[in-house]
């Protein structure tokens, strides 16, 4: 680019998520290819990914305004809009609040407003039942947006869906990508006669479908099937879960390993990867395990079959069940293994599509021209 182009990013704030995750890792390889990026924090100080951040701004507003206390607002909007003044390109990290303030403090200023999509809104609403006032703001603000970019395929056929309109031409997929800095473990294949390793990473809660990684364990028993699984992560779940595993004598083929930041040694060491999720949007721990060759057994949750191929190209069968129950998981698992070699071959072809340097070129192409503004009040 002949000048930096000014990037901003609202957020909430520097959490674990995955939305900061990728706010931080495409907005360090935007500015490795001459961007300037700023990441605005709107609702709190935090900040975990401070090791990580290099090259990017952090700027945070949330010391100026509180979304809870109306007579902050007016001080909060000013300093937005003085952020979205000094960039070219603003993103809304996410919705709700990011969403919110990009487009209030954007209107009449003419910039290029873009929001970020994670997930399937269609599904997401009507599993969490979200407020009415925020569903109607929501769909008031995605509908007068011009760009939306979404993680997948199905997350925007879904917000067609929940928007009652057909998809956009100019809203664009970008999928997220494998981090080039993670350093993945080569795996460690099990010993001859050892059990089955299966392996779930994420939130121990409702949208996981947590009963069925027990259903699937005692799938695998049932066929005679030594199996291990080891749970990392944590959740409003939690406590149910252990006592369902006492409840049905597990507790010797179950491990709780709690939350960890890095998950690369658990990947390493396991032979499936459980996702058992109602919806997804593009899940990051499928695209780490892909480059090591991980199997995959996971429910139809929207988004996920799409890192499978697609078309001819397409293994979606020989790692997405059709139905969720443990019994169509535990066969999955069980076919799996016959061709194992030939699966790992596929995932880690697979996971080229998802690189880094891939997925980050695709983000430069797609804001270093000049377009349109994405709102025209």
Known sequence: MSESKKVAIFLRDLGLGGVERCAVLVGEG?????????????????????????????????????????LTWLAGWRAA????????????????????????????????????VHGPFYELDAF???????????????????????????ARTSMARW?????????????????????????????????????????????????????????????????????????????????????????SQVVFAGRRENVGEYLANADVLLLTSGFEGCPLVVLESMPIGLLVASTNAGGVYELFGDGSNSRRDDFVVPEATGEALARLIVRQQGQRQLLQNFLQQRAAHYSQARILQQWAHLLAPTQPSSESL
């Open 30 to 70: 935007l500015a490795a290819q001459g961007f300037e990026v700023t990441l605005v924090l709107l609702g709190g100080s935090r900040n975990l990914w401070a090791s990580r951040i290099k090259n990017i701004k952090v700027l945070d507003l949330s010391s100026q305004w509180q979304p809870l206390k109306p």
């Open 128 to 154: 969490a039942r979200m407020n009415v006032v925020h569903r109607r703001a929501c769909q008031f603000v995605y509908r007068r947006l011009k760009e939306l970019v979404f993680v997948s395929e199905h």
């Open 81 to 116: 809009r003085q952020v979205v003044r000094e960039h070219d390109v603003l993103i809304a990290g996410t919705f709700l609040l990011p969403l919110y303030m990009a487009y209030a403090a954007s209107l009449g200023l003419g910039k290029r407003v873009l929001g970020w």
């Open 163 to 251: 928007l009652e309109q057909a998809p956009s031409a100019s809203w664009q997929v970008l999928p997220n990508f494998v981090d080039a800095q993670q350093g993945l473990l080569p795996r460690i294949e099990r010993e001859a006669g050892a059990p089955l390793r299966l392996l779930f990473v994420g939130r121990i809660a409702e949208e996981k479908q947590p009963q069925l990684w027990l259903d699937t364990l005692v799938a695998l028993n049932m066929q005679g099937v030594a199996a291990q699984l080891t749970i990392v992560g944590d959740g409003p779940l939690e406590a149910d879960l252990q006592a369902a595993v006492q409840d049905r004598r597990l507790t």
